[in-house]
T-cell receptor, first 109, second 113 residues
Framework: RKEVEQDPGPFNVPEGATVAFNCTYS??????FFWYRQDCRKEPKLLMS???SGNEDGRFTAQLNRASQYISLLIRDSKLSDSATYLC??????????FGRGTSLIVHP | DAGITQSPRHKVTETGTPVTLRCHQT?????MYWYRQDPGHGLRLIHY???????DKGEVSDGYSVSRSKTEDFLLTLESATSSQTSVYFC????????????FGQGTRLTVV
């Protein structure tokens, strides 16, 4: 079983839609969590960190459920520019970022 | 953007030849990582470094070696390139601490023919 699991998608949604991605992790000792965004043929970039109490950044909301070992990302009012691959990242005691395979989002007009 | 550069950005090499990829940072971050990214596999850790001359293996280290003689440089060497090592290679850096962001270089597209 891979340490960080994501549904690869693609999620194909119209502009203005709300879309949610989930990610599960296997290591209960994991301590920090992130969502990264990767555009085609580009490097990954941090979208947002995920805090225990949940956090919001504009149209993006991240949640963490430690008991069930999953994190989620909610995107409201999707824009064409949100089309990308979203990577779930988990860090344990070794500080090494472990990546999920990514979820592809396509927002169409 | 974080000061991290990879070289070369693209390379085509022949099977059996050694190849060295370079990652250079100007951020003085302690941790440096090499990942490879392949369709269906996502980003997989090859090797990482937690300080000068301190390195360790990752998930897919076979056929690769690394060196870090200075804080700013982390070299990845394919000792004898094989077609299965055709991939996009990303270097990343981060500072010490759980909630610190990892910054990525722009990637090196390597083709082994």
């Amino acid at each position: 079983r891979k340490e960080v699991e994501q549904d690869p998608g693609p999620f194909n949604v119209p502009e203005g839609a709300t879309v949610a991605f989930n990610c599960t992790y296997s290591n209960s000792a994991s301590q920090s969590f992130f969502w990264y965004r990767q555009d085609c043929r580009k490097e990954p970039k941090l979208l947002m960190s995920v805090y225990s109490s949940g956090n919001e950044d504009g149209r993006f909301t991240a949640q963490l459920n430690r008991a069930s070992q999953y994190i989620s990302l909610l995107i409201r009012d999707s824009k064409l520019s949100d089309s990308a691959t979203y990577l779930c990242v988990v860090r344990g005691g070794s500080y090494i970022p472990t990546f999920g395979r990514g979820t592809s989002l396509i927002v169409h007009p | 953007d974080a000061g991290i550069t990879q070289s070369p950005r693209h390379k085509v090499t022949e099977t059996g030849t050694p190849v060295t990829l370079r990652c250079h940072q100007t951020e003085n971050h302690r941790y440096m990582y090499w990942y490879r990214q392949d369709p269906g596999h996502g980003l997989r850790l090859i090797h990482y470094s937690y300080g000068v001359k301190d390195t360790d293996k990752g998930e897919v280290s076979d056929g690769y070696s690394v060196s870090r003689s200075k804080t700013e440089d982390f070299l990845l060497t394919l000792e004898s390139a094989t077609s299965s090592q055709t991939s996009v290679y990303f270097c990343a850096i981060s500072e010490f601490g759980q909630n610190t962001e990892a910054f990525f270089g722009q990637g090196t597209r390597l083709t082994v023919v």
